[in-house]
């Protein structure tokens, strides 16, 4: 009886959709998170009677045939790249990117790492860093008699010396793109790092064509949309329910059978 098997693939795939579902309402609040959304296929199928096969010698055709499918399966989970809410901080080192783009990390080990979570921090150096200290790509250092730092649209960073009439600049952020930002690897820690499938970065000033341009003050929330969450869990749940009754179904036409005189 494969509805048995076919209903537990069932159960199953919704089983991981809310996972997914749950992992998007965590991160309601975790900056510039992007929400992911399930894809399913289904398996292969049990052929009794093939589609087109030959069903006398006169050479007639059997229009439809006779197919089985054999359950559902998790193909992908795509990660959704849309702009989150802006929300504004008045941190000095607080940066948002409206539209296309990842800030560059350089990572202990030399590597890089892409993320758009622009809650940085200046380290003991003057150094521009992550939450977890890891420094911006560029060197971006701010001298200790700077009084006042300005980021501008184009990622520039501009400091305000004691004593000094013009603004000095002490680095530049750059900002990368990718032909198919969804085949980044997530990382964690809101970071990223570049696949085969994501393609090479090409590293762009912010404002530029095709790149977003930098909000000094503001961050980037995630895209979550709680109302579209909770329909999605409530879906999920009621096909799993169904799955399960399928199996319940199942059981109790076995059942019947045994009882057979």
């Given at each position: 009886?494969?509805?048995?098997?076919?209903?537990?693939?069932?159960?199953?795939a919704?089983?991981r959709?809310v996972?997914v579902v749950?992992?998007?309402?965590?991160?309601?609040?975790?900056?510039?998170?992007?929400?992911?959304?399930?894809?399913f296929?289904?398996?292969?199928?049990?052929n009794?009677?093939?589609?087109?096969?030959?069903s006398?010698?006169a050479?007639?055709?059997?229009?439809?045939?006779?197919?089985?499918?054999?359950g559902?399966?998790?193909?992908?989970?795509?990660?959704?790249?849309a702009?989150?809410n802006?929300?504004?901080t008045?941190?000095?080192?607080?940066?948002?990117?409206?539209?296309n783009?990842?800030?560059?990390?350089?990572k202990?080990?030399g590597?890089?790492?892409y993320?758009?979570?622009?809650?940085?921090?200046?380290?003991?150096?003057g150094?521009?860093?992550t939450?977890d200290?890891?420094?911006?790509?560029?060197?971006i250092?701010v001298?200790?008699?700077?009084?006042?730092v300005?980021?501008?649209s184009?990622?520039?960073?501009?400091?305000?010396i004691?004593?000094?009439v013009a603004?000095?600049?002490?680095?530049?952020?750059?900002?990368?793109?990718?032909?198919n930002p969804a085949?980044?690897?997530?990382?964690g820690?809101n970071m990223?790092?570049e696949?085969a499938?994501?393609?090479?970065?090409?590293?762009?000033?912010a404002?530029?064509?095709g790149?977003?341009s930098?909000?000094?003050?503001?961050?980037e929330?995630?895209?979550?949309?709680a109302v579209?969450?909770i329909?999605?869990?409530?879906?999920?749940?009621?096909?799993?329910?169904?799955n399960?009754?399928v199996i319940?179904?199942?059981?109790?036409?076995?059942?019947t059978?045994t009882?057979?005189?």
């Amino acid at each position: 009886m494969k509805s048995l098997s076919i209903a537990a693939t069932g159960m199953l795939a919704q089983q991981r959709n809310v996972e997914v579902v749950s992992n998007n309402l965590a991160n309601m609040n975790t900056t510039s998170y992007m929400r992911r959304r399930t894809e399913f296929h289904d398996l292969l199928y049990q052929n009794l009677r093939r589609v087109g096969s030959t069903s006398s010698d006169a050479g007639t055709v059997v229009p439809s045939g006779v197919q089985i499918g054999l359950g559902v399966k998790l193909a992908a989970v795509y990660r959704i790249h849309a702009q989150g809410n802006l929300t504004a901080t008045d941190n000095t080192f607080d940066l948002a990117i409206q539209g296309n783009g990842f800030f560059e990390i350089t990572k202990p080990d030399g590597t890089t790492a892409y993320t758009r979570d622009g809650t940085f921090q200046m380290n003991g150096s003057g150094e521009l860093v992550t939450h977890d200290g890891f420094t911006v790509a560029g060197g971006i250092s701010v001298p200790e008699d700077a009084i006042d730092v300005t980021v501008n649209s184009s990622g520039e960073v501009l400091a305000k010396i004691q004593g000094q009439v013009a603004l000095s600049n002490v680095g530049q952020i750059q900002l990368a793109t990718f032909p198919n930002p969804a085949g980044l690897q997530a990382e964690g820690g809101n970071m990223f790092t570049e696949t085969a499938a994501s393609g090479a970065a090409t590293t762009s000033t912010a404002g530029s064509a095709g790149v977003g341009s930098i909000l000094q003050g503001f961050l980037e929330t995630s895209n979550v949309n709680a109302v579209e969450e909770i329909s999605n869990l409530i879906s999920a749940q009621r096909a799993y329910e169904m799955n399960s009754k399928v199996i319940q179904t199942s059981d109790e036409m076995m059942g019947t059978l045994t009882q057979m005189r």
